[in-house]
């Protein structure tokens, strides 16, 4: 989150907090989830558009252009953004950095795409744990499982 949008966030003053909600009012990423070229350079904290052009093509993530102004998928941005982060933890703790990054990441789903990004499998954990009552329902539960 750019500096500028955190100090609002932390801030109690009531012209600050009305200014964040006409930023957010403003935004397009409300509706489409998409970002100006200039929100993204927040993002980054680059102050150029064109080196956040250059960043973007790296990247491989598209521009997309509506009227005269380019956007892109902040989705897209997101999962860039938490895969390097994603990777690091990766080379770090390899044994448990997936358990780690589910910790820190922002979303169930920017998880499970960053690891989709990086080839990797995603584990699903249990909910509920089954309890059996006798034997007939521990044969039943073991076929289940085989399956």
């Known amino acids: ?10 801030s109690d003053s009531a012209i600050v907090k009305r200014s964040l909600n006409t930023y957010n009012m403003n935004s397009i990423n409300n509706n489409s989830g998409l970002i100006t ?4 350079g927040d993002l980054l904290m680059i102050s150029t558009s064109q ?18 102004t380019n956007f892109v998928y902040e989705i897209e941005v997101i999962c860039e953004i938490q895969k ?6 990766r080379r770090n703790y390899p044994s448990k950095w997936k358990d780690m990054y589910k910790l820190i990441a922002p979303s169930d789903s920017i998880y499970e795409l960053v690891l989709i990004q990086l080839g990797e499998e995603i584990v699903y954990k249990p909910l509920n ?19």
Request: net charge positive; glycine share 4%.
């Open 129 to 147: 744990k089954v309890k059996t009552k006798g034997e007939k329902d521990e044969k039943l539960l073991k076929e289940l499982l085989a399956l």
């Open 84 to 89: 390097q982060l994603a990777i690091n933890l």
């Open 37 to 40: 070229i200039n929100e993204v």
């Open 1 to 10: 989150m750019p500096l500028k949008v955190m100090n609002i966030l932390n």
């Open 51 to 68: 080196s956040v052009k250059n960043w973007l093509r790296a990247k491989g993530i598209s521009i997309v252009k509506f009227s005269k």
